[in-house]
């Protein structure tokens, strides 16, 4: 079924529309009348009227916003959005502070509790002890010695999207390898974390719901308007649409485990072995369904669109695809990679890491503070947003050289050494860094090394590869190439 086949929701009358508009004129007017005046310690950034264009249809992106707000005013920038107070912190070592110094005053941001909407209470969204207590729960499935484990179903799934690609590159026909790379992390995914498999139907679901699903959430994570959030609004209902058609994949995937028999040692297994210290008690289907979206989500969206990237920046960069393809065949000696073959992948992981450092999926992160506090000298008022951008950090004139050119040996020797520890944190930082960061580039490395193995990807002319900065940073448009074997 596609969105075309959903039910329409009911239309709403223009009286009714224009009624909200008025509401929200209002709302906006007196929460900017009480926007903070500027004093010593207060950081500098723009006026409020100037800030709300971030909200305003037609207006720059986010990151061309921020971008410019940090070149104006500096590395820590103050604004306030709907009477929010916010600031932007762009110094590595400021950043340090926040996520791992005195990373207990600033709790997960606003954007994240909307995104409870989504995710439930799951390990990105949740805070305190329950944070603890799942991360605790959830960390053995993403050890280095598990993860190689599943190396060869990461692998396997490999083979069989390389098996489809074959009438693609005899016809030379273009595509979008960025679907193709959401298709292959979603179904390594399943298998490895839950011991699942998606049938076609399931594929095309999550292909048509997980843009406009990331997209509504990104809009409502950066309104004011908190009090639309619950109303019955045409955009409101056609997202609670496409989020039933994730939740019927996921409660599919754990009604059918707790039905079988057989026992599975993987993610959803310990999940469902864990007990409360206290109680006895094991989750429910909604706490399991919670940690399940979540990594089942966070968990291939964001390595798909790493990988999206990456083939973009290769087909521009000749040179060096030739060196990586030289290495993967030195190493390999045309086998399949194994866990053990990465070490000795220098330059695929150099690319890796380049790709990151250009196109970070996780390309902001909120906190909120708890307490007042000071962040480069400036004040920081309790319960104001911090954000902190990596994308901006990782294109800071003053942590990096050429920092829009391409250079995958910047991560080598000195020069990785000399850099500020956070001027670099593609997966965040401090206790709350990413818990599959290390899984994540396991399964990048031998998906390179795979495909290059066999094919070459080149740009379609014509089809420029755009930044979309959603929930995650995606390309907008897709990346569409076509395939050459390699002789």
């Given at each position: ?14 009286t ?19 926007a ?9 950034g ?5 800030a ?6 037609g ?17 820590v ?31 997960k ?25 799942q991360?605790?729960?959830?960390q ?16 396997a799934?490999t ?17 979008d ?17 839950f011991?699942?498999?998606l ?27 908190d ?68 990594i089942?989500?966070?968990?291939h ?6 990988l ?9 960069q ?29 330059i ?8 990151l ?24 008022p ?20 050429n ?9 080598t020797?000195e ?19 990413c ?22 990807l ?14 995650t ?15």
């Open positions: 079924m596609n969105a075309d086949d959903m039910q329409k929701p009911p239309r709403v009358p223009a009714i529309l224009a009624a909200i508009g008025a509401l929200v004129a209002g709302y906006i007017f007196r929460r900017m009348r009480r903070p005046q500027t004093t010593s310690d207060i950081a500098p723009p006026p409020s009227t100037a709300l264009r971030l909200l305003l249809p207006g720059p992106d986010q990151i061309t916003m921020f971008r410019r707000l940090q070149r104006r005013y500096g590395d920038v103050r604004f306030t959005i709907g009477g929010r107070t916010v600031h932007l912190v762009s110094d590595p070592q400021d950043v340090k502070y926040v996520l791992q110094d005195n990373n207990r005053n600033y709790e941001g606003r954007g994240l509790e909307k995104a409870k909407n989504l995710l439930g209470e799951g390990l990105l969204t949740s805070e305190g002890e329950q944070w603890r207590r991360r605790r729960l959830i053995p499935a993403f050890h280095r010695q598990k993860i190689a484990t599943f190396a060869a179903k990461m692998t799934s083979e069989a999207m390389l098996a489809r690609w074959e009438p693609r590159a005899a016809s030379g026909e273009p595509f390898v960025s679907e193709e790379m959401m298709r292959l992390t979603l179904d390594i995914v399943a298998k490895t974390l011991s699942a498999a049938d076609e139907s399931e594929f095309n679901t999550v292909a048509q719901v997980m843009r406009p699903i990331l997209q509504f959430a990104t809009r409502r994570i950066t309104s004011p308007f009090f639309l959030d619950e109303w019955p609004t045409p955009a409101n209902i056609r997202h609670q649409q496409r989020q039933d058609k994730l939740n019927e994949i996921v409660y599919r995937i754990i009604r059918e485990r707790r039905s079988s028999a057989i026992v599975h040692d993987d993610l959803l297994g310990m999940l469902m072995a864990a007990q409360d210290e206290e109680t006895g008690e094991q989750m429910s289907d909604r706490q399991l369904r919670d940690e399940v979206m979540t089942f989500l966070a968990g969206e964001t390595t798909a669109n790493l999206s990237f990456l083939w973009a920046l290769l087909s521009r000749v040179a060096v695809r030739r060196q990586l393809v030289q290495e993967v065949d030195d190493v390999l000696e045309g086998r399949v990679p194994i866990v053990e073959d990465l070490a000795q992948l220098r695929t992981n150099l690319v890796i890491q380049e790709t450092r250009l196109y970070p999926p996780a390309w902001i992160i909120g906190r909120r503070t708890l307490e007042e506090d000071r962040i480069g000298g400036y004040r920081i309790s319960q104001s947003g911090v954000l902190i951008s990596p994308f901006i950090i990782h294109r800071h004139p003053g942590f990096w050289q920092p829009e050119g391409f250079d995958p040996w910047r991560f020797g020069r990785e050494q000399q850099r500020p520890r956070y001027a670099f944190l593609p997966f965040g930082g401090g206790p709350r860094l818990i599959g960061n290390t899984f994540a580039l396991t399964e990048a490395a031998l998906v390179v090394a795979m495909v290059s193995q066999q094919y070459e080149n740009l379609v002319p014509g089809r420029p590869v755009e930044t979309e900065a959603a929930f940073l995606r390309p907008k448009n897709g990346v569409w190439v076509t395939l050459h074997a390699r002789q």
